[in-house]
């Protein structure tokens, strides 16, 4: 996990332009790289502005990217808060990627940003990913239709401080960031 770099457009393209992770996320037929970098320059801008942002995940053994994880934040009263989110490779799914920077995520946000509720926004028909929201504890809440995305509702997941050091996972570790 590193921040973001300008010469990760092509992988990060690279991987959101993947048939799996396009049905995945509804990316439109039209998707380009300007949309990629529209994602990288806002998760670099979220570290800036907000102290928390999307990592670019690397494989260890080879340094090639696989995709992206970390916090994320909308200003939009209809957005529930910080969100922890994943986005990976199809070829890497099944690993432990998601899960694993997933909690690293949940740990930067409980412990270096000290809120008291994350949340993950998660459309209802991504098994897989709703599989790594329960691996890190958290729990399914209220459908929402949100306006960045009005064409289907998402499920809003929701971990609280509490919850998260009864489920163990608040162990002695390294804090992310």
């Not at 890190?136 to 064409?151: I, K, N, Q, Y």
């Amino acid at each position: 996990m590193r921040p973001f770099r300008a010469d990760d457009l092509d992988p990060l393209f690279a991987v959101m332009a993947t048939d799996e992770v396009r049905t995945s996320f509804h990316l439109p037929d039209d998707f380009a790289p300007a949309a990629a970098w529209a994602a990288i320059t806002s998760f670099v801008g979220l570290w800036e502005l907000k102290g928390l942002g999307q990592w670019a995940l690397e494989e260890r053994a080879t340094g090639r990217l696989v995709g992206r994880a970390g916090l994320y934040w909308r200003p939009e009263p209809e957005w529930p808060g910080v969100e922890v989110g994943w986005l990976l490779d199809p070829a890497v799914w099944g690993h432990g990627y998601a899960t694993e920077a997933g909690a690293r995520a949940v740990r930067h946000g409980f412990e270096a940003l000290h809120l008291d509720t994350l949340y993950s926004v998660i459309l209802p028909e991504n098994t897989r990913s709703q599989g790594v929201a329960r691996r890190l504890a958290f729990t399914p809440g209220e459908e929402r239709v949100l306006p960045h995305f009005p064409s289907a509702p998402h499920r809003i997941w929701h971990l609280d401080r509490v919850t998260w050091a009864a489920s163990g996972a608040a162990a002695p570790g390294p804090t992310a960031g």
